[in-house]
């Protein structure tokens, strides 16, 4: 499994987009990025994955340049609700690579009001 | 359609008791896995069952920690006896088969155990 790299903790104000960057040089061919987010007392919770380029959703985008040792996750127009731990994933995502996940440190992210 | 239920939501029990940890994952979930953190650790990978069967239980600390998922629906994690150092956040996840994108986990609240 990829070892991935991403600040310990970021603050933001409400209404501020945020981005989050991940590091992950030793990404493989098969592994995919994918972020949670876990709030107090709850299980992380699945926001989005991208394998290259950028992926957008309702919640957040996901930008990976060509070489995919990076990623960065941005979330515009941070709320107080969106104050969480964040945390960048690479895994395999083949039908032969293993099904477990690896949970680095995360990124704590605080938003100001 | 219901996540992912964990229950208890909180034990608390004397080292060398036993304790047992449910899960409920969401249902026509094939995959169940068991996570927990420790005190100020990150969160680590214990089991991951296919239906009824163990897939990968690289992760589990040591004998004392017995995972069953009888009749491939609910989980069962029992720890006995249990020590000080057990003490964390047991969370389950699961997860459909089938899926191209097989990273993404559903997670329940977790049990917060608490080993005196």
């Known amino acids: 499994l990829a070892k991935t790299t991403q600040p310990i903790s970021m603050d933001s104000y409400e209404g501020q987009e945020v981005n989050i960057t991940c590091s992950h040089n030793n990404i493989a061919t098969n592994d995919y990025i994918t972020w949670y987010q876990q709030f107090p007392s709850q299980g992380p919770r699945f926001i989005i994955q991208?394998?290259?380029t950028k992926v957008t959703n309702e919640v957040a985008s996901l930008f990976i340049p060509a070489d995919r040792k990076s990623s960065t996750l941005s979330l515009p127009r941070v709320s107080l609700s969106d104050t969480a731990v964040y945390y960048c994933l690479v895994g395999d995502a083949s039908s032969t690579g293993a099904n477990n996940l690896f949970f680095g440190t995360g990124t704590r992210l605080t938003v100001i009001p | 359609e219901a996540g992912v239920t964990q229950f208890p939501s909180h034990s608390v029990i004397e080292k060398g008791q036993t304790v047992t940890l449910r899960c409920d994952p969401i249902?026509?979930?094939?995959?169940l896995y068991w996570y927990r953190r420790v005190m100020g650790k990150e969160i680590k990978f214990l089991l991951h069952f296919v239906k009824e069967s163990k897939q990968d239980e690289s992760g589990m600390p040591n004998n004392r920690f017995l995972a069953e998922r009888t009749g491939g629906t609910y989980s069962t994690l029992k720890v006995q006896p249990a020590e000080l150092e057990d003490s964390g956040v047991y969370f389950c996840?699961?997860?459909?088969?089938?899926?191209?994108?097989?990273?993404?986990?559903?997670f329940g609240a977790g049990t917060r155990l608490s080993v005196l």
């Open positions: 249902s026509g979930h094939d995959n």
């Open positions: 996840a699961s997860s459909p088969m089938g899926r191209g994108a097989k990273n993404i986990q559903y």
């Open positions: 991208g394998y290259k």
